[in-house]
């Protein structure tokens, strides 16, 4: 026959049961801490849950002066472009994080964004000037900055930003898994890149013009200079996309800006020469 356990026993039986299960149960909460406070490697957070950050921008259109009727629905047009701009590099900013080297966000975001801008500013100052006083100065609200960067999850630890406005660099620094990615068709190799002419596809260019003209011209020329160079410095950087968003991108956003002066500029005293902007997009040769 069996012996009834004795009640000291139950209790210690309990105890023992109970210490296991707080034991478990610790070792189940640790276990989610330690997923929710991501491991650390070599002094490199691998966190993946901070955020891209968000690009803001100066507001133009409180920075403009009285816009006349005639002029009212295009420079509507392009404030309503403005903010579209914006949006579009919020959610490029979300889209890539964990993309690129430490410069990443400056050059296949910030910068093309800028270019953007100033084109955009400049045809409201033009539609403006039309019929009254040109505003001058909207160039310097076009630079737009990087706001809350937090790590990113590339793998890498955060740039530092750059001192003074775009701190531009902060977000989507790190993967060093992309860098050098030439099994993916990045820059592996550096090729020429070349753009059509647009001297050649100009009318007769009044003498009032010429100057302004000729110095937007040789702008040109440098823009291309400067895109080959970083084409050679970049070799075997980026993803598959990486010279398309860092150089040929950009440099198009620079080239309809610079074009847009020249015809601003011939429009002035003759008619206003149309179509430039077909002239702005290159190509790579390799």
């Given at each position: 026959?069996?012996?009834?356990?004795?009640?000291?026993?139950?209790?210690?039986?309990?105890?023992?049961?109970?210490?296991?299960?707080?034991?478990?149960?610790?070792?189940?909460?640790?276990?989610?801490?330690?997923?929710?406070?991501?491991?650390?490697?070599?002094?490199?957070?691998?966190?993946?849950?901070?955020?891209?950050?968000?690009?803001?921008?100066?507001?133009?259109?409180?920075?403009?002066?009285?816009?006349?009727?005639?002029?009212?629905?295009?420079?509507?047009?392009?404030?309503?472009?403005?903010?579209?701009?914006?949006?579009?590099?919020?959610?490029?900013?979300?889209?890539?994080?964990?993309?690129?080297?430490?410069?990443?966000?400056?050059?296949?975001?910030?910068?093309?964004?800028?270019?953007?801008?100033?084109?955009?500013?400049?045809?409201?100052?033009?539609?403006?000037?039309?019929?009254?006083?040109?505003?001058?100065?909207?160039?310097?609200?076009?630079?737009?900055?990087?706001?809350?960067?937090?790590?990113?999850?590339?793998?890498?630890?955060?740039?530092?930003?750059?001192?003074?406005?775009?701190?531009?660099?902060?977000?989507?620094?790190?993967?060093?898994?992309?860098?050098?990615?030439?099994?993916?068709?990045?820059?592996?190799?550096?090729?020429?890149?070349?753009?059509?002419?647009?001297?050649?596809?100009?009318?007769?260019?009044?003498?009032?013009?010429?100057?302004?003209?000729?110095?937007?011209?040789?702008?040109?020329?440098?823009?291309?200079?400067?895109?080959?160079?970083?084409?050679?410095?970049?070799?075997?950087?980026?993803?598959?996309?990486?010279?398309?968003?860092?150089?040929?991108?950009?440099l198009k956003d620079k080239r309809v800006a610079t074009v847009n002066r020249i015809a601003t500029a011939i429009g002035r005293t003759a008619a206003k020469p149309q179509g430039l902007d077909s002239l702005a997009a290159c190509t790579l040769t390799k």
């Open positions: 026959m069996s012996r009834a356990l004795p009640k000291y026993n139950k209790r210690r039986v309990t105890f023992i049961g109970g210490a296991a299960a707080v034991a478990l149960s610790g070792t189940v909460i640790a276990g989610f801490a330690l997923a929710g406070e991501g491991s650390k490697s070599n002094g490199t957070s691998a966190r993946t849950l901070a955020g891209p950050g968000t690009i803001t921008c100066p507001d133009v259109r409180s920075k403009l002066p009285a816009v006349p009727a005639s002029a009212k629905a295009e420079v509507d047009r392009n404030l309503t472009l403005l903010n579209t701009q914006l949006q579009e590099a919020n959610k490029r900013l979300v889209d890539t994080v964990g993309q690129g080297g430490p410069n990443f966000v400056q050059n296949a975001i910030l910068g093309p964004l800028k270019d953007k801008r100033v084109a955009t500013v400049n045809r409201i100052a033009t539609a403006i000037g039309r019929t009254a006083a040109k505003p001058q100065g909207l160039d310097s609200l076009a630079a737009c900055t990087l706001n809350g960067a937090g790590t990113n999850a590339g793998g890498g630890a955060a740039a530092k930003p750059p001192t003074g406005g775009n701190a531009g660099n902060a977000g989507n620094a790190g993967n060093a898994g992309n860098g050098g990615n030439a099994g993916n068709g990045g820059n592996t190799a550096a090729g020429t890149i070349t753009c059509p002419d647009v001297r050649s596809k100009l009318p007769a260019v009044p003498a009032s013009a010429k100057a302004e003209v000729d110095r937007n011209l040789t702008l040109l020329n440098t823009q291309i200079q400067e895109a080959n160079k970083r084409l050679v410095d970049t070799v075997g950087q980026g993803g598959p996309n990486f010279v398309q968003n860092a150089i040929l991108g950009p």
